[in-house]
């Protein structure tokens, strides 16, 4: 793995859960870490590295996938709050699969080749959003009656699970970003975020930021 600069916080910081959330659904967690760098074109270091990652990651990986702690502690919390892993597919698993059905993880850009190279290595659900936009520290709730959501004309269901910062819901729990709230061309800071559920080890967590922050320096 690449070294990190110095002026990188090493230590993940624990985000909040509502208590309703925490109840229902225990080992429900996030946390993020802050590092001093935006999107744009990736840059042929990190290209390299999802190529290098492609060659590794074959059919016979891609099968045994769901067997392995980590997919499977996902797609059991998947069904838990009603979604079927296997027509709304977990992050990782989205991501193997397009890797059989490109023929290779394809470059996006910096910030998403930094997530796939997290997920896949790691196995862990990692998102990203714009830290200059962002109110407070991040965390878990459910929405509320009326809740808007930008970018989405009607509210949000009642009980809706998302990622929010202290004012406002940022992202529909594995769905939609909220507008302007992703990583954008001119954002200059970027908070990964890593989602835990029950059976995922919170070592997992801080390694898939690890990796993830270590790409983006890449």
Known sequence: MAELPEEWEAAPEPGWVDGQLAE??????????????????????????????????????????????????????????????DTTRTPIEQLSFERMHDGSFKS?????????????????????FDADRLDGRL????????????????PLPVGTIVISDEKRALEILFGKTAEG??????????????????GVPDVALEEGLWVAASALHA
Not at 51 to 72: K, M, T
Not at 109 to 125: C, S
Not at 139 to 154: C, D, I, N, Y
């Open 24 to 85: 229902e659904f225990p080992g429900l967690s996030i946390v993020t870490t802050t590092v001093e760098a935006g999107s744009g074109r990736s840059p042929e270091a990190l290209k390299e590295r999802l190529r290098l990652l492609s060659d590794r990651f074959g059919g016979q990986q891609a099968i045994v996938l769901r067997q392995r702690q980590i997919p499977w502690a996902y797609r059991v919390f998947f069904r838990h709050i009603g979604m079927d892993p």
């Open 181 to 198: 709230r992703g990583v954008q061309r001119r954002t200059k800071r970027t908070i990964l975020a890593a989602i835990g559920v029950r």
């Open 108 to 128: 996006r850009n910096r910030v998403d080749d930094a997530l796939t190279i997290g997920m896949v290595e790691v196995g862990v659900a990692l998102r990203a």
């Open 139 to 154: 965390g878990l709730r459910l929405s509320a009656e009326g809740e808007r959501f930008e970018g989405r004309v009607s």
